[in-house]
C-alpha cells in the first residue's frame, strides 16, 4: 500500500477546490487495497481504459464510486459495462456510439458520453477529426440514438515537452466544444464537459477550460505493467 496516495487526492482536491474542474483518479493496473485509500480521502470517481478490470473493480469496491471508462473502447464490449459505467469518455466513431445506445437501451438507461477528438499528432491516438463530428449531428444522430446523451470532449494532447504544442491543442479543443455548443441544440447533447489533461500536463489543461483532469500516476505511482 502506498501511504501517499492520501495525501495525493486531498492536494488535487484542494488544487479543484475552487475550479469547476474535478479530477477523475486514474486507477488502471492499480489494487483495490490503493483505490480504497482514495476513496477514504474523498475520492469518487475513479477512470479505468480496461473493461475486465473495471468490471472486477465495480463489482468488489463501494457502490458510490462513479466508474469513467477512458481508455479506447471495443464494441464487443461495450455490454459489459453498460449497467453501471457513469461516463465513457473515449467515443471515437459513429459505429461505436451506436452500439452504446444499444446497449443503453437494453439496461433502460441513457448513457452519458464524451467524444474524443485527435488533437495530437500522434498517428496512433484515437478520436474523431472536427469535421467528422459536424456531419454526425448535422446527420440528426441524437434524433435517432435515444440512449446515449453527449456530455461534451476528451482529447490527449502530444506526448511533447512542448508547452506551446500543448496549450495549442488544448485551446483549440476548448474552441472546438464552444463553436459546438453555439451551433447544436439537443435534449441530449449538453456539451459541459472538456476532459483534458493528464499528470503530465493538467496545469496546462486546467488554464484552457478542462472540467475533468485525469490523473493516474501522480496520485498512485507510476505503473508497473509486468511482462
Ligand atoms: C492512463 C491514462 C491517463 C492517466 O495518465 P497519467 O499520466 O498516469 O496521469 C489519462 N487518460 C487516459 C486516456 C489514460 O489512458
Not at 474523431?128 to 449531428?137: A, R
Request: with cysteine; net charge negative; glycine share 8%.
Amino acid at each position: 500500500m502506498n501511504p501517499e496516495i492520501a495525501d495525493n487526492i486531498r492536494y488535487f482536491h484542494q488544487l479543484l477546490k475552487n475550479s469547476p474542474a474535478q479530477l477523475i483518479a486514474v486507477s488502471k493496473t492499480k489494487p483495490n487495497e490503493d483505490l480504497l485509500v482514495a476513496y477514504e480521502a474523498g475520492q469518487r470517481a475513479f477512470g479505468e481504459n480496461k473493461v475486465q478490470e473495471l468490471v472486477d473493480k465495480y463489482e468488489s469496491l463501494p457502490k458510490d464510486i462513479e466508474w469513467h471508462m477512458i481508455g479506447h473502447l471495443q464494441r464487443n464490449k461495450v455490454k459489459y459495462i453498460a449497467p453501471f459505467v457513469h461516463l465513457i469518455h473515449g467515443i471515437d466513431s459513429e459505429k461505436l456510439l451506436r452500439e452504446v445506445n444499444k446497449q443503453g437501451e437494453k439496461n433502460d438507461r441513457v448513457i452519458n458520453c464524451l467524444l474524443q477528438v485527435h488533437i495530437a499528432q500522434e498517428e496512433s491516438k484515437f478520436g474523431f477529426d472536427e469535421e467528422e463530428i459536424s456531419v454526425m449531428l448535422d446527420a440528426g444522430i441524437l434524433d435517432e440514438l435515444q440512449h446515449v446523451k453527449i456530455c461534451g470532449l476528451m482529447g490527449m494532447a502530444t506526448n511533447t515537452e512542448s508547452e506551446m504544442q500543448v496549450s495549442k491543442e488544448f485551446a483549440g479543443l476548448k474552441t472546438l466544444l464552444d463553436q459546438l455548443r453555439l451551433h447544436y441544440q439537443h435534449d441530449r447533447l449538453q456539451l459541459d464537459e472538456l476532459s483534458m489533461g493528464m499528470s503530465g500536463d493538467y496545469s496546462l489543461a486546467l488554464d484552457h477550460g478542462s472540467t475533468m483532469i485525469r490523473v493516474g500516476s501522480t496520485i498512485f505511482g507510476g505503473r508497473n505493467y509486468g511482462v
